[in-house]
Each structure stands twice: as structure tokens, then as C-alpha cells.
């Protein structure tokens, strides 16, 4: 394991940072609303990609408060979902996706949702990184590494990766993150990277892991 690369320090600096109450939509506090169930996760995945947690966490406590099971989802038209689900990004096409899921977890998986991830990709409209947040959230599986936006982008900014792709990320993650850690992984960057390691502009005079970074004096000049 590449020890240069502080991964030891620069987790326990993020853990002691960001608390319980501060973590992403994944994590928090909207399962004391809804059941979190491998479902529920998928869907509120589903719903989260290209819009904002605030509203994901709204839109998905609005529908899987009383539609948590695919049943129930199925109950609802693609209309009535597309209201509901209404203002998440491409809310007619998610409507359609996550009924088009709950009936073939009917139809094909008898009603649960498949603990397979290779299974889980084969559904339309998921991809790795909501089959490994499915894996890891869902089913409470180790051995995952869901890589978002900020997951890709940060570890190429503090020089632990050169890569293009978050696929290509989560393939060289794995050899050099300790597996020990890879369960905290995604909800601490995804919260560093909406706080500190912002996309546009990131706050590196105020970032915690500062002296870690290969990118700070690039980004602190710009
Ligand atoms: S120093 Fe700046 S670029 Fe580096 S991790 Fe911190 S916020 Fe991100």
C-alpha cells in the first residue's frame, strides 16, 4: 500500500470533521422516515442522480413514505409518479425507470430486490455506482466502492489517482484504498467534496486535509 499517499491520516481526518448529522443523502436522517430497505436505497438512488440532495432527500420521503415496496410503487401510474417525484432531474424518464424496476422485481426477482451486483446492473437505468450504493447501503455489503462525482474528483486532485472515468477511479481505488475503510468511503467524499472540495472553486485555505493535497496550490492560485 502506497503510504505517500497519507490515506490513513487523510480518512480520520474526514471522519473527525464531518459527523453523523452532515452526511449525504444515503446516510442520513430520512430513514428515520421511511424503511431502509435494498428498494428504498435503489429508488433513492435513482432519484438522486443529476439533481440535489435537498431534493432528493424531499422527493424521496414523498414517495416512499407510503409507496416503500415495489408493490406499492406499481400501485402508481407513470403519472402519478412523475407528479410526485417532481422536481428531480429527468423526473417523466426516472418514473418510468423505477416502475419499469418494481415490475421486474415482481415479475422476475419475486418481489426483492436482487443481492447480486452484476444482477442489479442488468437493470435498466442502473449503473455501477447505483449498483454499489445498492450493495453497500441496501445490503449492508463491505466489499463495495460506490464512486460519484466527488468520489472521482477528489482522489485525482489529491494525486492518489490519474484517471479519466469514475469507472476507471473505482478500478484503481480498490488496490490502494485499505478495505477497512471502504464502507465510510463515499458518504465522507461526498460530503468533503459539497463542503470543501467543491467541483468550482474548492476552499483549499479552509480544507482540513490541505497539506495532503498535490492540487492545492494550482486551485489556491486560480
Ligand atoms: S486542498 Fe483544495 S483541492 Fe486539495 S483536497 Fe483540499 S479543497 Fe480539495
Known amino acids: 500500500m502506497p503510504s505517500k499517499l497519507h490515506i490513513d491520516e487523510i480518512i480520520r481526518i474526514l471522519r473527525e470533521t464531518f459527523d453523523e ?14 424503511p431502509k430497505t435494498p428498494f428504498t ?3 433513492s438512488c435513482l432519484l438522486s442522480l443529476r439533481t440535489k440532495d435537498e431534493i432528493t432527500e424531499e422527493v424521496s420521503i414523498r414517495l416512499l413514505k407510503e409507496h416503500h415496496t415495489p408493490e406499492q410503487i406499481l400501485e402508481l401510474s ?6 410526485i417525484i417532481y422536481p428531480v432531474g429527468f423526473y417523466k424518464t426516472k418514473a418510468k425507470r423505477i416502475r419499469d424496476i418494481a415490475k421486474t422485481i415482481i415479475e422476475t426477482y ?50 492518489w489517482i490519474t484517471t479519466k472515468t469514475p469507472e476507471q477511479t473505482e478500478e484503481h481505488l480498490r488496490k490502494i484504498i485499505p478495505k477497512k475503510y471502504w464502507a465510510d468511503f463515499n458518504h465522507l467524499f461526498v460530503i468533503f467534496g459539497q463542503t470543501i472540495c467543491t467541483p468550482i472553486s474548492p476552499h483549499c485555505s479552509t480544507c482540513p486535509i490541505h497539506k495532503y493535497c498535490k492540487q492545492k496550490q494550482v486551485t489556491q492560485h486560480r
Open 21 to 34: 448529522t452532515r452526511l449525504p443523502l444515503v446516510s442520513r436522517s430520512q430513514w428515520d422516515i421511511i
Open 41 to 43: 436505497v435503489l429508488v
Open 78 to 83: 407513470d403519472q402519478q409518479i412523475q407528479e
Open 110 to 159: 419475486h418481489g426483492s430486490v436482487p443481492e447480486d451486483f452484476d444482477t442489479l446492473l442488468s437493470l435498466k437505468g442502473v449503473g455501477r455506482k447505483t449498483a454499489n450504493i445498492v450493495m453497500v447501503y441496501g445490503f449492508n455489503k463491505k466489499e463495495f466502492l460506490p464512486i460519484d462525482t466527488h468520489c472521482h474528483r477528489i482522489p485525482n486532485r489529491l494525486g
